[in-house]
């Protein structure tokens, strides 16, 4: 929110603070004191066809958000109840991890340290990517702290073994979810028009165990239909990729493709999870800012966040 540009905070005094709506920072992760932490991954493992096109979203998620800053206590429709719990879970942001596009093995080690030292620390990890790279060491952040359901929010699955050679970008995030012992179910939600699988892909997603539901059975059946694979009192991963969205409220993606989830469907679906199972980190990824609109995309990924942090801060 640049000095000049007013909106709805600016009447209650709300201000760019630096941090995701205003929250006290943390830049040291192994002081971390809190339930929740906001963390910001630009990229991990990017093609070198593409790059990094994901890498400013983390600063353009918090200066969207910047209009809350003054607003936490305030009623949050949304949530029913104040956008931050009075007496809930403490929330920070722990800023934005140092990553280099041109080294992809040192960035997935700051990664998984990153997100162990939180979860030593006794924190939910809110992950603002980034390319859809990054969950991966997220993932592998978990191993030895029990078993976990991931559910993928994604309008492509992801399964690919390989492209041009790299196993570990973007479009092989849940084949190597699925290699990982600790990992007892994978819930992909969203899938719609066409992506990187090929057919073969597909069966062997299936062949894994890999639960589909694809955004057509969303519109048909609603939340419910995604629900019922989440086994209650299941530790669950979280990824949001924003072209699970619909482009109309959505644009800032590399991959558009219409009939995408609503923003109620998605938020039906988060807190039905946190209902049904414990959300022990959640990521959003693929949020490109380049293909923005008037700051739309940044504002529904902003507003995402917003939801899932408050429900953590209640838990």
């Known amino acids: 929110m640049s000095s000049q540009e007013k909106d709805i905070g600016t009447m209650f005094g709300s201000r760019d603070t630096g941090t995701f709506l205003g929250v ?4 040291d ?14 990229c991990a493992t990017p093609y070198a066809s593409v790059g990094p096109y994901c890498a400013d979203a983390p600063a353009v998620v918090r200066a969207a958000m ?3 800053s003054a607003m936490a206590s305030h009623y949050d429709f949304d949530l029913e109840g104040p956008l931050l719990a009075r007496s809930g879970k403490t929330v920070i942001d722990c800023g934005d991890l140092d990553v280099d596009e041109a080294d992809a093995a040192g960035n997935r080690r700051t990664i998984k340290a990153a997100i162990s030292t939180l979860l030593d ?3 939910t990890p809110v992950v603002i990517g980034g390319d859809d790279s990054v969950p991966i060491p997220i993932f592998q952040a978990f191993e030895g702290r029990g078993r976990f359901t991931i559910l993928q929010l994604d309008a492509h699955i992801d399964f690919r073994d390989e492209v041009d ?3 570990l970008g973007l479009s092989s995030t849940m084949r190597r979810a699925s290699e990982l012992a600790f990992i007892e179910r994978i819930i ?14 597909r069966e062997e997603a299936l062949a894994r165990g890999v639960n589909f539901v694809s955004a057509r059975e969303i ?16 530790n669950v ?3 949001f990729d924003c072209d699970v969205l619909d482009p109309s409220i959505m644009p800032s993606v590399i991959g558009r493709a219409p009939g995408g989830l609503t923003y109620w469907q998605a938020l039906e679906l988060i807190d039905g999870v946190h209902q049904r199972g414990r959300i022990a980190a959640f990521d959003l990824v693929e949020l490109m800012p380049s293909r923005d609109v008037s700051g739309l995309g940044a504002l529904t990924a902003g507003r995402i966040l917003a939801y899932v942090t408050g429900l953590l801060s209640r838990s």
């Open 165 to 167: 050679g790299e196993r």
């Open 121 to 123: 620390r006794g924190a």
């Open 237 to 239: 991963l979280v990824t």
């Open 24 to 27: 006290p920072a943390c830049r």
């Open 188 to 201: 992909s939600v969203g899938q719609r028009g066409v992506g990187s699988a090929r057919p073969a892909d």
């Open 66 to 68: 910047a209009r809350y």
């Open 219 to 234: 519109h048909a059946k609603g939340a419910g239909v995604v629900l019922e694979h989440v086994a209650p009192g299941s």
């Open 29 to 42: 992760l192994k002081s971390a004191d809190a339930g929740v932490a906001i963390l910001g991954i630009g």
